[in-house]
């Protein structure tokens, strides 16, 4: 069974960092992409950023361009999204996700395209 599981999502003052984690477990082989989408209340999901299994480029959107940063860990089954200068319209619903080959469900920048998704973490930016 292929889980995604995220965590590092809270409560930050705007201004403020916070750095998501994500681990991937449960699939053979590799993915395609793997990164991050989000959702706020009443809006649709935004493709935030994602890393390329192939060759490790970067993607961002330009709402989180130079603010947000998306690594891997060695193994590359964990990835981090490192986010700083938090803005309020950054609150948000962040879901680690990859890129299987299966069915798109959500496009991000660039070459970022998502089928399966973890459970979300929830980040709140006050003013």
């Known amino acids: 069974q292929v889980l995604l599981v995220e965590s590092g999502g809270g409560l930050v003052q705007a201004g403020g960092s916070l750095r998501l984690s994500c681990v991937a477990s449960?699939?053979?082989?590799?993915?395609?992409?793997i990164g991050w989408f989000r959702q706020a209340p009443w809006k649709d999901r935004e493709g935030v950023s994602c890393i390329s299994s192939s060759d490790g480029r970067t993607y961002y959107a330009d709402s989180v361009k130079g603010r947000f940063t998306i690594s891997r860990g060695n193994n590359k089954n964990t990835v981090y999204l490192q986010m700083d200068s938090l803005k309020t319209e950054d609150t948000a619903v962040y879901y680690c996700?990859?890129?299987?080959?299966?069915?798109?469900?959500?496009?991000?920048?660039?070459?970022?395209?998502?089928?399966?998704g973890g459970q979300g973490t929830q980040v709140t930016v006050s003013s």
């Open positions: 449960g699939f053979t082989g590799d993915y395609y992409n």
């Open positions: 996700a990859a890129d299987f080959g299966l069915r798109t469900v959500v496009r991000g920048p660039g070459q970022c395209t998502f089928d399966f």
